[in-house]
Structures are given as structure tokens and as C-alpha cells.
């Protein structure tokens, strides 16, 4: 090769390891300006998208390493940490579905990482045949990308854009792998320069693909818990009073195709005299306790809402407010057989309960009212009761 021709390679070797390391180098503080994560599994979840990153970028060097004769060492070990850092990936992203990482997918990991590695030694030193070399590189890259996309759309949330994205781009990146390379390697028949820039633009993709998607996720994840906390009571974890009067429409919808849906107002009784005697962190943990009570005894499709203060609101479709009465007594009994010890002092919690049913063309606040006017007959009857608003009965 002629001195100028060598000149030419060293300088598109140093030109694309300098794009590529600011490239890597802008992912990596983009990833670790994220906000912090709720969770240990989120947590290392970045850890390993990092590492990605850094494997990548370490395998185009040990790429690179084949212009100055260390071609056996580069074809080797350049493809074993692009596999490991898709691998990396596809563990990032088990983590951020909170799935664990067990002994048996390490070992599967580092068995194909290991023969992949023996194939590809084989033939280059004893066999040295790229054509088959190559599609079984890009195959094995394929197979934890596919793996990915297959996680991907099995734990997808409704509704959620970020999830979308990060399909698309592992269903680009399996477009990509495939193909890209082998197109540029067998119809243009690039001289050395011309693979740099192949192996480079192949590289550079697949990590422009990989933090678009992640970053467009995590910003829809924070949108999505801005969402929550806007319509959560933090203390409870149940909904809030906003969230109940955004939703309150839908059920005037499903009541108006003649669905049956009772409200029941519950307040906590003496909760005053709790937090007097006992302080507000008392108070606190019975609300807490109470709520996840609540919690064990309903469905998914019923709401729960902390109406304010020690009120409580519950939505239940399907119920008419005689149906109540079984649910709301065995509510009545895990109270009494849960009560909640704080600091080493057993709290008696009991409840009273107001129900109405949801009419349609009724005003919310008009069933919100006459649940509440229950509740007080309620109180009044003794508490520890429940007063139907429709029937005038009580329990």
C-alpha cells in the first residue's frame, strides 16, 4: 500500500473514532442527565444501557484494529463485543420492564458469546472464508435483537408513544443488520476506506436508533408519571378528587347504556380524636392502612378516591346499591380484623358509608350529594353503619 494510501486510511480511522467517541460520549450524558429513577431495576437499567454505549464504541476500536495487521484479534473480538453490548441492550430493557436477569439467560448469553467467538476464530485462522464468516455475525446479532423486539411488544403499555418507538427502532436495527452491511460489502466492493465508513455508518445507526428510542421511552415515562402523580393522592397511592371528576363523564356514559354504578362516600370514624391523641403521623398511617384495605378487597375496575381529608369515594361498576351491602360488610369485617398497630399500641379503625346510585342525565355532584347525606344518616344511626341512599336501609 502506498504511503500516501496508508496517510489516507489513519487520518478516516482517526476522523471516525473521533465522530464516533463524541457521539458516544453525548449518549452517555444524555443518559446520566436523565432524572433519577424510582427504582433499583430502572436504575441499573441506565447502567446497562451505559455500558452499551462503551462496548459499542469499544468494538468499532477493535475494529479498527485489522488496518495494522491485527485482523484475527480485530475480526474476533470486534464481533464478540457487538454482541455483548446488544446484549446489553436487551438486558437494559428486561430491566426497565422490571424482569430479572437470571443465571439461566446469562449462561444462554454467554454460550452464544462464546461460540460465536469459536466460529469466527475457525474461520479466520483455519477456514478463513468470509462468506460465511459474515452471515454468521450478522445472524448472530440478529437473534438478541429479535429477542428485544419480541420483550418490547409483549410488556408494551397502552398507550404509551415511548414503548412504540423503541419497537420501531429494533425492527429497524433488524432492517439494518442484515442488510445494510451486505449490500454496501457485496455490490459496491468497498476498498478498506470504504469499509471504515460502512463499519462506521453501521455503528453510528445503531446507536442513533438505540438512544432515540430510549430517550423518546423515558421522556414518555416521565409524562406518564407527571400524569399519575397529577391524579394520585401520594399518602393513599389511591386516586385523587381531580382525577375522579375527569373521569366522572365516563361513567355517566356507561350509566346512560345502562350500566349499573353505585357511589359510596366513606368517612373514617373518630379520626379526629386518632390525630389528637395519637399525633398526625398516626393519622397518616391509618389513612394508609385503610386505603390498602380498600386495595385488597376491590377489583381493578372499581375507583378508589381520597375525597378529602378522611373521606373516602368508591366507584363501583355493576353494583346497584343493594349489591354494596355484601362488600361493604365484609369490608366492615377486615377492618375489624385488621387492626393496625402503631407503635406497639393497636388502632381500632371503623368506617361509616353512604351509598347512592348513579343516575343517567344525573349530575355527578347530585349522586356525589346524596351519598353524602347517607353518610351523615350514618354517623347519626351510631356509625360503623351503612345507610343506601335509595332504600333508606341500613346495616
Not at 370514624?269 to 397518616?284: E, I, M, S, T, V
Not at 361509616?352 to 353518610?375: E, F, M
Not at 351523615?376 to 341500613?394: E, F, I, M, P
Amino acid at each position: 500500500m502506498a504511503v500516501t494510501e496508508i496517510g489516507s486510511l489513519q487520518s478516516s480511522i482517526l476522523f471516525s473514532v473521533l465522530v464516533l467517541f463524541i457521539a458516544t460520549t453525548a449518549y452517555l450524558l444524555f443518559i446520566r442527565s436523565l432524572p433519577g429513577q424510582p427504582n433499583a431495576h430502572q436504575r441499573r437499567a441506565l447502567q446497562l444501557f451505559s455500558w452499551f454505549f462503551l462496548t459499542e464504541f469499544l468494538a468499532y476500536l477493535v475494529y479498527c484494529l485489522r488496518f495494522i495487521d491485527l485482523y484475527l484479534f480485530s475480526v474476533v473480538f470486534n464481533n464478540m463485543l457487538y454482541l455483548c453490548g446488544v446484549y446489553l441492550f436487551y438486558c437494559g430493557i428486561r430491566l426497565r420492564y422490571q424482569l430479572e436477569i437470571t443465571p439461566r439467560i446469562i449462561g444462554w448469553i454467554a454460550a452464544h458469546v462464546l461460540g460465536l467467538s469459536a466460529a469466527l476464530f475457525w474461520f479466520t485462522a483455519v477456514h478463513n472464508d468470509i462468506f460465511i464468516r459474515l452471515p454468521l455475525a450478522l445472524g448472530s446479532f440478529c437473534i438478541p435483537v429479535l429477542i428485544t423486539f419480541s420483550l418490547i411488544r409483549q410488556q408494551q403499555r397502552p398507550g404509551n408513544l415511548g414503548d412504540r418507538v423503541l419497537l420501531l427502532c429494533t425492527v429497524v436495527a433488524l432492517l439494518l443488520l442484515p442488510l445494510l452491511y451486505p449490500i454496501f460489502g457485496y455490490l459496491l466492493k468497498p476498498d478498506q476506506q470504504g469499509q471504515l465508513m460502512v463499519m462506521t455508518l453501521v455503528t453510528l445507526t445503531l446507536e442513533t436508533l438505540c438512544i432515540g428510542g430510549l430517550a423518546i421511552s423515558y421522556i414518555y415515562d416521565l409524562i406518564d408519571k407527571l400524569r399519575n402523580d397529577a391524579n394520585t393522592d401520594k399518602l393513599t397511592q389511591s386516586s385523587n378528587r381531580r382525577y375522579f371528576f375527569k373521569v366522572a363523564p365516563l361513567y355517566q356514559q356507561r350509566v346512560a347504556a345502562g350500566e349499573n354504578i353505585s357511589l359510596v362516600l366513606l368517612d373514617i370514624d373518630h379520626f379526629k380524636q386518632l390525630n389528637d391523641r395519637y399525633g398526625h403521623q398516626a393519622g397518616d398511617a391509618v389513612l394508609r392502612h385503610f386505603a390498602a384495605l380498600l386495595r385488597q378487597l376491590l377489583s381493578n375496575t372499581d375507583l378508589i378516591v381520597r375525597y378529602g381529608g378522611e373521606e373516602f369515594l368508591l366507584v363501583l361498576p355493576g353494583y346497584t346499591p343493594a349489591q354494596t351491602l355484601p362488600l361493604l360488610q365484609q369490608f366492615q369485617a377486615l377492618l375489624r380484623q385488621s387492626s393496625l398497630l402503631y407503635e406497639g399500641e393497636d388502632l381500632a379503625v371503623r368506617a361509616s358509608y353512604g351509598v347512592a346510585a348513579l343516575h343517567a342525565g344525573q349530575d355527578i355532584d347530585h349522586c356525589v350529594h346524596r351519598a353524602d347525606l347517607a353518610l351523615y344518616q350514618a354517623k347519626a344511626n351510631g356509625r360503623d353503619t351503612v345507610v343506601l341512599d335509595s332504600l333508606g336501609a341500613t346495616s
